[in-house]
């Protein structure tokens, strides 16, 4: 499995992912999900996948290829985030293709999701889930953050804490505290962690962190959030027979 | 969907379920899913169900009409509450059969799964997940909680929380704050919300609540735990960068 998040508010961009990879549970790897296409100050675009490793990778790598060849169709030369996550569907659902069929036969599914993210000039920053049949969402600013592989356990703090006006800090502190929950409740996601800050109309990253399980930062965070949690809990209301016991 | 969850700690047992029973987004209703079988200090059952309605339903109700008439096989004569999980497993697996063809047809599954905690006299305190098809794993000290439904939303707090020491009213508490993360996240499960707490070697229901959407306590939880998050959150160790800006 994996998890990703990319979130979008008003100061920018934040990117965070883990980096476990499983082909059942005697064949777990680590591999960064982070895809970094960086045309200094004209365009940025951060690539998040979830799903087959194989697709992903020929995916990541079919889309740097074309990156460096000015003379063929890719994120070089799309005109908005949009545009970069058809062209990423488009691609990826042709590579799931050549090898479905042989894939079902071992029932094994070439399916990938994909997170992009970025800015092209003064398009706007913009981040988008791109589905294994190619299409895509983008989020809004009701639907701030997007998620792909094990959404789940991660996705009540963002909920609680993500709103358009939330500082870049605190969205990515806050992309780092739903991956440390879906870490602790599935063996299948696990750090080292990646996680990337886009400032608005920069078109760069500003801030890149890859945290390994030890580092301090994710460690301070994992503490600090445990205590807290125990300490709001231990705040709640008691139930009427706790108030008057007998 | 549905959410519910059997505690159980020394101190006893908990168990506490949502209300919410839909099949499509435009059948949507509402029906208690726990299910109490008492005889007076002598056995307690109590039952939570998720998945077909129909199948629960009549499984609940042939449980009670077993449990009413002395000369058949039932809840009233297990001899523990592996004993009663295995009885309820068989009955739940049989009434599936009887219409999973039917169902199959029409493209929707037959399938139930139960909680099933209590006491028989002596026997001790337990609880018990049975399966559709019929197999049961029991809670442990070391996974002394069970769930059934939608259980991702409601696991991290469960798991932060829940110990063997952890008391009656406390893992009541978190069986409420449980519910409340998998409300906010996912529109099939709400309420109200049924709880009930047995204090080991009664044999019975020590306190039972229905907390409707605006009940004092369940909105006082709500508020106090969505404030003690957005505190925990705040409190959170800050990147290098924000302690030495520039």
Redesign the interface.
């Known amino acids: 499995m994996t998890y990703c998040v990319g979130i979008k508010v008003g100061a920018g961009l934040v990117f965070a992912s883990d980096s476990r990879t499983n082909a059942g549970v005697d064949h777990v790897g680590t591999y960064s999900k982070m895809h970094i296409f960086e045309r200094a100050g004209e365009r940025l675009f951060v690539v998040l996948s979830a799903g087959n490793l194989a697709t992903s990778q020929a995916v990541i790598n079919a889309l740097r290829r074309e990156f460096n060849d000015p003379t063929a169709a890719g994120l070089h030369q799309v005109r908005d985030v949009f545009e970069a996550a058809d062209h990423l569907g488009s691609l990826s659902y042709r590579i799931q293709q050549e090898h479905a069929d042989a894939l079902a036969r071992s029932g094994v599914s070439a399916e990938a999701s994909f997170i992009i993210g970025g800015e092209v000039g003064t398009t706007g920053h913009d981040v988008c889930l791109v589905y294994p049949q190619g299409n895509y969402i983008a989020a809004t600013p009701e639907t701030p953050y997007l998620q792909i592989g094990e959404t789940?356990?991660g996705?009540?703090?963002l909920?609680?804490?993500i709103a358009t006006d939330t500082s870049l800090?605190?969205a990515?502190?806050?992309a780092l505290?739903s991956l440390d929950?879906t870490i602790?409740?599935n063996i299948s996601v696990g750090p080292p962690l990646d996680l990337a800050l886009c400032e608005v109309a920069t078109r760069q990253v500003a801030?890149r962190?890859t945290l390994a399980a030890d580092s301090p930062?994710y460690v301070?965070?994992q503490q600090?959030?445990?205590?807290?949690?125990?300490?709001?809990?231990l705040?709640?209301?008691?139930?009427?027979?706790?108030q008057n016991p007998g």
């Open positions: 789940k356990y996705k009540p703090i909920d609680r804490i800090d605190d990515a502190r806050c505290v929950s602790r409740a801030r962190l930062l301070g965070i600090g959030w445990n205590e807290g949690l125990k300490r709001a809990f705040a709640l209301p008691r139930f009427d027979w706790e």
